[in-house]
């Protein structure tokens, strides 16, 4: 996408939100979000 306001280069007309369902987040090998629920231990 465009990232010229931010100083970047690529230009572009197209810009696309998306929404992800039940969503599993990793970060740094740690799973903190599984089928779109946090895990117990980071409620």
Do not use: A
């Amino acid at each position: 996408g465009n990232n010229k306001t931010m100083g970047g280069q690529n230009d572009s007309d197209l810009h696309w939100d998306m929404i992800v369902m039940k969503p599993t987040v990793v970060v740094d090998g740690v799973m903190l979000m599984e089928k779109g629920r946090f895990r117990e231990e980071y409620n």
